[in-house]
C-alpha cells in the first residue's frame, strides 16, 4: 500500500517534470520544420559556427547557459539530419541498414532528460540508440569530446556505424574504442567530436594514461566532459562489483605449486566423492526403509527424519553438486529434512556439532559464499605422517617462547624468528594453493563461468555471456582451474593499478544515462552518482504478452517442456529466440533441437564472430536462435516480413537469473516499438538460483499440490517466490557492492593523490624546480628526523645525518661542517614556509644541505645534453612513484584482506582500514620523494655524462668511509660503483620510513581514532 502511495507521488512528479518539458518538444518541432529548406550544405554550416561559438567559452557556467539556449536548434538539426537520411542504406556491422528514424517526440523528451544529466528510463526498443545522438550533438559542440559507454564492443561498433551517419551529416567526426586498438588508434579515435567505447576501454585507457604512461604522447584520452551510459543498470551497478585491474607478471614471483598439488588435490576430490557417495547409500536405505512398513516384531527404533536430514546436509557441504543428492532433493520432504538438520546444527551456539558434522568430511564447500575449507581428516589424506603440516602455528606464542627462551644472543633469536616466519609464510602459501584447487573442482564449471581456447582458460561474463579475454581471477584461483584443465599455467600476476567503474564515472564532469530497467536501483542511482532517473513514457503502448513462470521440479522435465514449446511455436513458423544462462546450457540444448532435427543458431561466447550474422537472421520468419545473454541488452532484432501477422518473435527464457533487471532484458528482445511478440519462462527447482536462494514457500506449495513426474505448476502466486528469490540475490550484491565501493573510497584519494602527482611531471615544463623541492622536502625531514628537538646542536648526534647525505647525494659533508653549519645559525625559518618548526640551528642545517645538493646538480647538469637529462628527470621521478605504487597497492590488497581477517571486538573493519590505509599512504608519500632523491644523481643521460659527472666533482666533497659514489679519478668502476650503491640502497631501504604531516605527541590521542593516547596505541 505504502509502495503504491510512493508511487503515486513519484509518478505525479515525473509528469510534472514531462509536463515542463513539453513545450520545448514543440518549439524544437517548429524550428526543424523550418529546417527542412535549407540546403544539406546550410545545414552543415551551422554546426561549424555553434561549434565555434562554444570551443571559445572557457567559464562552466557560462558553458551550461550557451548549451541551454542553443538545445532546441541543436535537437532540430539532428532530427533534421535524420528526416534526409531516411531511404538511404547505412552500413552497419557489414550489412545494409536502410535507415527509418524520425526521432518520435518521446524520443526528444529522452534526449532532453540526458541532456540535463539524468537518467532516462524508455523500454527496451523504444530507440534509446538515436535519442542519444541529440545531447550528444549538442554537447559535442563545445569540442570537449563527449563518451557513449556501452555494455559490449558489438554494440559500441554498432552504434557509431549507425549513428555515425547522423553526426557525418551534420560534420562531426565520430570514434570507437575496440579492444585490439593500438594506443595511436586509439589516440585518434578520443580525438573525434563523439567517442564510443565499452566501460571497460574507457576505464582502462584511464589507467594507462594516468598510472603508465610517462609522456604526454603516450596518454590517449582528453579528458572526461560528458558521458552517456548506455544500459546504465549494468554498467554502473552489475558491473560495479568488480574493479578494473590493470596487472602484470608478479615481481614476488612464487615457483608454480598449482602443478604440483593437482594430483593430491584429485585424488582429495575423489575420496570425497566415495565418501558422500556412502552417504548417499546410507540416506537412501533409510528411505527404503521407512517405504517399507516396519514388519511387526522387529525391535529396532526407526531411524529418524534427524539422520537422513544429516546425511543429506552433509553432502550438500561437501558435494553440493552431486547429481544423486539433486535428486533426492527433488523431494520436497527431503528438502525440508535437510534444512531442518541444518538449522538444528546451527542453532548450537558453540557451533561444536556443526564442526563435527565438518570433520566427517575431507573438505567442506559453501557454495553461497565460494568458500573451501580442508578439514583436518582432509590434511590427514593429503600428508598422512605430518597432518600439521596444513596447519598454521601461532607466530605470537612462537615469537613469545623465543624471546623469554633461553637463547641470549639478540642475532641468534632474531634468526630464529625469521626461520619461523619463513616456514609460516610457506605453510600458508600451500594451504592457499590446495583451498583454491578445491575450489575450481568443486564451484567453478567448464562452459558456465569459463571456457577454454587455444590452451587458455577465459573467463565469460555472468552477465553478458561474453568472453573476457585478458582478465583473470586474482588470488590464484585463475592458475588453479589452468591446472585443473591441463593448460599452460600463466605466471602469477600483480595489480599495476585499478580503479572501480564507480569512480572513473565520478571523473566526469557531466554523466547521464540511459536504459530500459532502472526503477529497482533508482536510490542507487541517486546515492552514488547523484543522477536521478526520469521515466519517459513508450511511444506506442508495449502489446508483448508475458505468460507466467512454469515451474518444474528438475532440469530435465523443464527442458523437456522447453523443447515441446518451441516445436508448437516453430511449427507455426514465428521467429523463437532461447535465452540461456550459460554456454553448457546452449549447447545442451542445441543438441536436443539436432536430435529432433529442428534448423537453428547458436550465439554464445564461443560463436561470437558470427554474431551480426545471427542476430540479422533471428527475427526472420522460421528462425531460432539458442543464445546466452550475448544476445540480452541491446539487441535489437527486426522482424522479418510477414512475422508481425504471426504474433511477432517468441521469447523463451531457460532459468531465471540472479537479477531481474536481466530477465526483463531478455523479454525486451521482443515486441519493440509496438510491435506483438510475447515471452515465457521456464524454471526447475534444481536451477542454482532456486537451490541456493529459493524459499521454503515453494517447496510447500509443490509439496500441497504433489507434483507428478513431467507435471508442470504456474500460478502468479509463485512468480512472486520467485521474485524473491531474486531480490534476496539482488539485495546481497547490492551490500557486495557497497563494500567494495566504501573500501576504494580510500583508494581513490590516494590515487587522486599519486595521479595528480605523476601527471604534473608528465604534463609540467618545470620538472627540474618539482625536483629541487623534493629534495628539499626530504631534507628537512630527514634534519627533523636526525637531530632531535634539543636547541643546543653540540649534544646532536651528526653522524647518522651525515651518513644519510653523503649515501644520498654526492656532497661528502663532514660532521664537523654541520655542527658549525648549525652552531651558526640564528635565523627562524618563516612561519608557512616548509621549514616552519625548525629551530634556528635544524634551518641552517637545511639550507646548507640543499645550497650543496643544488650545486652538485648544477654541475651535473653541466656535463648532460639539456634535452635528454629532462627526460631522465622525468623518468626518475616516474619510476619511483611507479614502483613504490604498485607495491603500496599489493600493501593495500593484503591489508584489505587481512584487516577482514582481524577480530577488532565491536569494531568496523572499515574504520581500522582507514586508518591503516591513512599510515601507509604517508609512508608512501615519503618513501617515494627519498627514493627519487635517490636516484637522481645516479641517474645520466649516457654513461660517460656520468663519468665526467664524477670525475668533477670537488676533491674535498668525497667522504671516503659513506660515499655511495666512488671516489673522483678512481677508474670508472662501474661494477665497484653500483655495489656501493646499492649497498647503500639497502641500507637506506632498512632504515624506517620517516613520517610528514603533523607530528603526534606520545600522549596526544591516537589518529587513528581509537580514542587511547598514542603510545598506547599505534605510536606502541
Ligand atoms: N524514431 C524512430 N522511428 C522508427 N523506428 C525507430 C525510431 N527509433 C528507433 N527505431 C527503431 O527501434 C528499434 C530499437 O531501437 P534501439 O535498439 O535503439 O532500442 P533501445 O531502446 O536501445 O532498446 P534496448 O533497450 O533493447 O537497447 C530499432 O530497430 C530502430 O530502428
Ligand atoms: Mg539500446
Not at 140 to 165: C, F, K, P, Q
Not at 439 to 463: P, R, S, T
Not at 763 to 779: T, W, Y
Request: include cysteine; hydrophobic fraction near 35%.
Amino acid at each position: 500500500m505504502i509502495g503504491f502511495i510512493i508511487k503515486k507521488i513519484i509518478g505525479s512528479r515525473n509528469d510534472r517534470e514531462l509536463r515542463r518539458m513539453r513545450p520545448m518538444v514543440a518549439r524544437i518541432n517548429e524550428i526543424e520544420a523550418s529546417y527542412q529548406a535549407l540546403s544539406e550544405e546550410e545545414l552543415r554550416e551551422k554546426t561549424a559556427a555553434w561549434k565555434a561559438r562554444l570551443t571559445a567559452i572557457t567559464d562552466y557556467e557560462e558553458l551550461n547557459a550557451a548549451l541551454k539556449e542553443l538545445m532546441p536548434e541543436a535537437f532540430a538539426a539532428v532530427k533534421n539530419a535524420c528526416r534526409r537520411l531516411v531511404g538511404r542504406d547505412i552500413t552497419v556491422r557489414g550489412h545494409p541498414l536502410r535507415w527509418e528514424m524520425i526521432p518520435f517526440d518521446v524520443q526528444l523528451l529522452g534526449g532532453m532528460a540526458l541532456h540535463l544529466g539524468k537518467i532516462a528510463e524508455m523500454a527496451t526498443g523504444e530507440g534509446k540508440t538515436l535519442v542519444a545522438t541529440m545531447p550528444v550533438y549538442l554537447n559535442a559542440l563545445t569540442g570537449r569530446g563527449v563518451h557513449i559507454v556501452t555494455v559490449n564492443d558489438y554494440l559500441a561498433a554498432r552504434d557509431s556505424e549507425w549513428m555515425g551517419a547522423v553526426y557525418r551529416l551534420l560534420g562531426l567526426t565520430v570514434g570507437c574504442i575496440l579492444h585490439d586498438q593500438s594506443p595511436a588508434i586509439r589516440r585518434q579515435q578520443y580525438a573525434c567530436d563523439i567517442t564510443y567505447g565499452t566501460n571497460a576501454e574507457f576505464g582502462f585507457d584511464y589507467l594507462r594514461d594516468n598510472g603508465m604512461a610517462s609522456t604526454r604522447e603516450e596518454q590517449v584520452q582528453r579528458g572526461h566532459y560528458f558521458a552517456i551510459v548506455d544500459e546504465v543498470d549494468s554498467i554502473l551497478i552489475d558491473e560495479a562489483r568488480t574493479p578494473l585491474i590493470i596487472s602484470g607478471p608478479s615481481v614476488v614471483s612464487v615457483d608454480n605449486q598449482y602443478g604440483k598439488f593437482k594430483g593430491q588435490v584429485e585424488a582429495l576430490v575423489r575420496a570425497q566423492e566415495r565418501l558422500c557417495g556412502r552417504f548417499l547409500d546410507d540416506a537412501e536405505a533409510i528411505l527404503k526403509q521407512k517405504s517399507t512398513p516396519a514388519e511387526s516384531g522387529t525391535s529396532e527404533a526407526a531411524p529418524s527424519d534427524q539422520d537422513l536430514g544429516i546425511l543429506l546436509y552433509r553432502v550438500k557441504l561437501g558435494m553440493p553438486r552431486s547429481e544423486r543428492l539433486l535428486r533426492l532433493l527433488e523431494e520436497p520432504e527431503n528438502i525440508r529434512r535437510m534444512q531442518k538438520a541444518e538449522m538444528e546444527l546451527h542453532l548450537d551456539q558453540s557451533k561444536k556439532l556443526l564442526y563435527a558434522e565438518k570433520e566427517e568430511l575431507f573438505f567442506a564447500i559453501e557454495e553461497k559464499s565460494h568458500d573451501a575449507d580442508m578439514t583436518e581428516k582432509g590434511r590427514t589424506f593429503l600428508s598422512p605422517q605430518d597432518p600439521e603440516a596444513f596447519v598454521l602455528p601461532d607466530l605470537t606464542v612462537m615469537f613469545h617462547e623465543i624471546d623469554t627462551g633461553p637463547e641470549p644472543d639478540v642475532r641468534k633469536r632474531m634468526e630464529q624468528k625469521a626461520r619461523i616466519q619463513a616456514e609460516f609464510e610457506a605453510k600458508a602459501q600451500q594451504i592457499h594453493c590446495i583451498s583454491q584447487l578445491l575450489k575450481a573442482y568443486c564451484l567453478y564449471q567448464k562452459d558456465v563461468q569459463y571456457v577454454v581456447q587455444d590452451n587458455k582458460v577465459i573467463i565469460v561474463d555472468e552477465n553478458t555471456g561474453r568472453l573476457m579475454t585478458g582478465r583473470r581471477w586474482s588470488d590464484g584461483l585463475h592458475q588453479a582451474v589452468e591446472a585443473k584443465e591441463g593448460v599452460q599455467i600463466e605466471r602469477e600476476t600483480q595489480t599495476l593499478a585499478t580503479i572501480t567503474i564507480q569512480n572513473y564515472f565520478r571523473l566526469y564532469h557531466k554523466l547521464a544515462g540511459m536504459t530500459g530497467t532502472a526503477e529497482t536501483e533508482a536510490q542507487e542511482f541517486l546515492d552514488i552518482y547523484k543522477l536521478g532517473v526520469l521515466v519517459i513514457p513508450t511511444n506506442k503502448p508495449v502489446r508483448r504478452d508475458d505468460a507466467n513462470d512454469s515451474v518444474y521440479k528438475t532440469r530435465r522435465e523443464k527442458y523437456d517442456a522447453v523443447l515441446r514449446e518451441i516445436q508448437e511455436i516453430h511449427s507455426q513458423g514465428r521467429p523463437i529466440l532461447v535465452g540461456t544462462i550459460s554456454v553448457e546450457v546452449s549447447e545442451h540444448l542445441a543438441r536436443m533441437l539436432k536430435r529432433v532435427g529442428i534448423v537453428h543458431s547458436v550465439l554464445n561466447a564461443k560463436y561470437h564472430q558470427q554474431e551480426a550474422e545471427i542476430i540479422t537472421r533471428a527475427g526472420q520468419r522460421g528462425g531460432l536462435t539458442i543464445a546466452t545473454n550475448m544476445a540480452g541488452r541491446g539487441t535489437d532484432i527486426k522482424l522479418g516480413p510477414g512475422v508481425p501477422e504471426l504474433g511477432g518473435l517468441h521469447v523463451i527464457g531457460t532459468e531465471r537469473h540472479e537479477a531481474r533487471r536481466i530477465d526483463r532484458q531478455l523479454r525486451g528482445r521482443c515486441a519493440r516499438q509496438g510491435d506483438p511478440g510475447s515471452s515465457h519462462f521456464f524454471i526447475s527447482l534444481e536451477d542454482d538460483l532456486m537451490r541456493l536462494f529459493g524459499s521454503d514457500r515453494i517447496v510447500k506449495v509443490m509439496e500441497r499440490v504433489g507434483l507428478e513426474e513431467g507435471q508442470e505448476l504456474e500460478h502468479p502466486l509463485l512468480n512472486r517466490s520467485i521474485q524473491q528469490a531474486q531480490k534476496r540475490v539482488e539485495q546481497h550484491n547490492f551490500q557486495i557492492r557497497k563494500r567494495t565501493l566504501e573500501y576504494d573510497d580510500v583508494m581513490n584519494k590516494q590515487r587522486e593523490v599519486v595521479y595528480g602527482f605523476r601527471n604534473k611531471i608528465i604534463q609540467g615544463e618545470d620538472v627540474r624546480d618539482r625536483l629541487m623541492d623534493i629534495m628539499e622536502e626530504v631534507v628537512v625531514q630527514k634534519v627533523e628526523e636526525l637531530t632531535g628537538r634539543d636547541d643546543d646542536p653540540s649534544v646532536w648526534n651528526l653522524r647518522p645525518l651525515a651518513d644519510w647525505v653523503n649515501l644520498t647525494f654526492p656532497l661528502g659533508v663532514q660532521e664537523a661542517d654541520l655542527l658549525k653549519v648549525a652552531s651558526g645559525g640564528t635565523e627562524a625559518p618563516v612561519a608557512g614556509s616548509l621549514f616552519a618548526g625548525l629551530s634556528p640551528a635544524q634551518f641552517a642545517v637545511c639550507q646548507h644541505i640543499s645550497d650543496k645538493v643544488r650545486h652538485a646538480y648544477e654541475l651535473k647538469i653541466s656535463f648532460e645534453q639539456a634535452e635528454s637529462l629532462e627526460a631522465v628527470e622525468r623518468y626518475t621521478i616516474l619510476s619511483a612513484i611507479d614502483r613504490l605504487w604498485q607495491e603500496h597497492l599489493y600493501g593495500m590488497d593484503s591489508l584489505r584482506n587481512s584487516i577482514g581477517l582481524r577480530a577488532y571486538g565491536q569494531r568496523d573493519p572499515l574504520i581500522e582500514y582507514k586508518a591503516e590505509a591513512f599510515k601507509v599512504f604517508e609512508d608512501l608519500m615519503v618513501n617515494i620523494k627519498t627514493e627519487i632523491c635517490h636516484n637522481i644523481f645516479r641517474s645520466a643521460s649516457s654513461l660517460m655524462a656520468f663519468e665526467r659527472f664524477l670525475h668533477n666533482l670537488p676533491q674535498r666533497t668525497v667522504h671516503q668511509s659513506t660515499s655511495a659514489f666512488g671516489q673522483p679519478g678512481a677508474q670508472p668502476g662501474r661494477g665497484q660503483s653500483s655495489d656501493i650503491v646499492s649497498e647503500a640502497a639497502a641500507a637506506l631501504d632498512k632504515s624506517k620510513p620517516v613520517r610528514s604531516g603533523p607530528k603526534v605527541g606520545r600522549n596526544d590521542p591516537c589518529p587513528c581514532g581509537s580514542g587511547k593516547k598514542y603510545k598506547q596505541c599505534c605510536g606502541r
